[in-house]
């Protein structure tokens, strides 16, 4: 999303060099407050202060972990899932692979090592990263210098243009993509947006609901907020066409909800912190639930088959990662306690388990997907 022409006019000239909590008071003084998602877009994408665009920060040492730098076997397992649906596509001469996120490039590098126990499936990948950021392409082409295809990098899915079917991973991509936040009050529905306080700093505060809005099909009562997230929309309605288009499959890694409901799920995390998401924009990360019915529905209006749903703990484990854990294990016996931690934050119910999500897209002519082909 980008800001209003008349709001792009403020970002000119000396309100460049100011910081990016100076220059929304500033706008917000000027134009009058943020909606909820205009305000996480400009936090993390702002050209000169947005986190993903100047400081992003993954891993143990950053702001936050994700499935792959928690470990290897994540991302290995991902690698024989798509050699696999590769497989039972008929083994297509040419395909594209697409990572959409890529972070640091740690889940990618993971992906085509395990993949190299089929090098006709390297043979025939022709891979595009979608990432816009600039400090993340730097990391993902260190980190893969010497991955067994040569990559392609795009600012968005509108760049994939090769030859033959699509196969899609996006882990933790949802996430980033913003959502408006709407109360419902005594009077009826309001808007939450992010304005000033008498002070001057940066405050959550009621407005009236702008368009775009929807009344949920479910019960809110008042003081609960939903939220809607065109972004998540848009973005399922970008990878339908693009399997509908090429054929192929996409799996959309995430955490959020599997049914509709309220709930406030705006946070910011600082050193694995959460932290007052107004306090320091552009200095934290800022994430939002993945909206799963939203997005399957979504994919579904647009011509595309949906597996159902599995919590990350399901998926893992019917890839088989007890086994890949037993065998690291009995390879490397003094890391066993550490896999054994591993194995609990990627599939636990009070860790990553339940809470990540799996969802499953696919094109006209698309064999059965692995791990989905068995109701959960």
């Not at 499935?67 to 994540?74: N, R």
Request: net charge negative.
């Amino acid at each position: 999303m980008e800001p209003s022409a008349g709001r792009r006019e403020l970002l000119s000239g000396p309100a460049q060099a100011a910081n990016l909590k100076g220059r929304l008071q500033r706008e917000i003084t000027l134009t009058g407050p943020l909606n909820v998602a205009d305000y996480v877009t400009r936090c993390l994408h702002d050209p000169l202060g947005g986190y993903y665009a100047t400081r992003p920060a993954i891993g143990p040492d950053g702001d936050f972990l994700t499935a792959p730098t928690v470990s290897q076997m994540f991302g290995e397992l991902i690698g024989l899932w798509l050699v696999e649906t590769w497989s039972r596509m008929g083994a297509p001469s040419r395909f594209q692979l697409v990572e959409v996120g890529p972070g640091d490039g740690t889940l990618m590098a993971d992906i085509l090592r395990a993949a190299r126990v089929v090098p006709a499936f390297l043979d025939a990948c022709d891979l595009t990263l979608i990432e816009p950021s600039g400090p993340l392409r730097a990391l993902q082409k260190e980190r893969l210098a010497e991955a067994p295809v040569t990559p392609r990098w795009a600012d968005r899915l509108s760049g994939v243009d090769g030859e033959g079917p699509v196969l899609l991973v996006a882990n933790e991509v949802l996430d980033c993509l913003p959502a408006r936040q709407f109360e419902r009050t005594p009077d009826g529905w309001a808007e939450r947006m992010v304005g000033l306080d008498a002070e001057g700093e940066l405050a959550f505060r009621l407005g009236p609901v702008g368009p775009g809005f929807s009344p949920p099909g479910h019960d809110v009562q008042p003081g609960q907020v939903v939220e809607q997230s065109q972004a998540q929309r848009a973005f399922a309605g970008t990878v339908a066409d693009l399997l509908k288009h090429h054929t192929g499959a996409a799996l959309l890694i995430d955490y959020g909800r599997d049914t509709p409901g309220p709930g406030d799920t705006l946070q910011a995390l600082s050193r694995h912190q959460k932290v007052d998401p107004l306090a320091t924009p552009g200095q934290a990360d800022l994430t939002q639930w993945a909206d799963f019915p939203a997005v399957l529905a979504t994919a579904r209006a647009a011509g595309v088959t949906t597996a159902p749903l599995l919590t990350q703990a399901e998926f893992l484990t019917r890839l088989g990662l007890p086994v890949r854990a037993d065998r690291l294990k009995a390879s490397q016996p003094g890391a066993a306690p550490l896999i054994d931690r591993q194995v609990q934050r990627l599939t636990a119910p009070d860790q990553m388990g339940t809470l990540f999500k799996v969802a499953a897209l696919y094109g006209p002519d698309t064999v059965a997907l692995p791990a989905f082909e068995v109701a959960p």
